[in-house]
């Protein structure tokens, strides 16, 4: 896996995330949205409270002289069917408002969750890529330091034959360390 890889991933994980937060704010708008339609149609439901009862008012004004013989049962059913009506649309309305708000939790929740599971695997992916750099850079720089002092022994004169062939190059002005590997006597 190179950088380039990596950096790819991590873009994307980026563009992932965004598209969390990008569903979350939809969903807190909706919520708004379904707020003011509840509180206007709260606030509709009132007024026509208001209108029905003036109007059922006046209308047991006018009607009292007329329907004294008959009873007051109908003005009052009437206006006893508009107001169970209009009560009825404010608990469908809150109903429907608390079932959006249950609903936009959840999905809110979840969308947490997946970025943060996202972040975390990002993360675990930037740290391996991390290690694995570490590692190839350790190796490199053994490697470099190896090179280094059989360079110095060449530089300085330091080789030989080794006593089972090849060459061999003195090291820290100490050591003899074959440069090449043994030849197999069977090849």
């Not at 896996?1 to 965004?18: E, F, G, H, N, Y």
């Not at 992916?125 to 490697?143: D, F, K, P, Q, W």
Request: proline share 3%; net charge neutral.
């Amino acid at each position: 896996m190179t950088q380039d890889d990596i950096k790819a991933m991590a873009v994307k994980l980026s563009m992932l995330v965004d598209s969390f937060e990008t569903r979350g704010d939809k969903v807190v708008q909706q919520n708004a949205q379904a707020a003011e339609t509840i509180r206007m149609a709260a606030q509709s439901v009132s007024q026509v409270a208001q209108q029905v009862s003036a109007s059922a008012v006046e209308e047991f004004r006018q009607a009292a002289g007329a329907t004294l013989s008959h009873g007051l049962r109908e003005p009052f059913a009437q206006a006893e069917k508009h107001l169970e009506s209009a009560m009825l649309d404010v608990r469908n309305a809150a109903a429907d408002l608390q079932q959006r708000i249950s609903s936009a939790g959840r999905v809110h929740t979840a969308t947490a969750w997946k970025a943060f599971i996202a972040c975390a695997v990002g993360g675990l992916l930037v740290i391996g890529a991390a290690a694995y750099t570490v590692m190839h850079a350790h190796t490199e720089l053994s490697n470099a330091a190896w090179t280094s002092q059989i360079n110095a022994a060449i530089a300085a004169g330091n080789l030989a034959p080794c006593a089972d062939g090849g060459i061999c190059a003195r090291v820290d002005g100490k050591r003899w360390v074959r440069l090449d590997p043994p030849q197999d006597p069977r090849h």
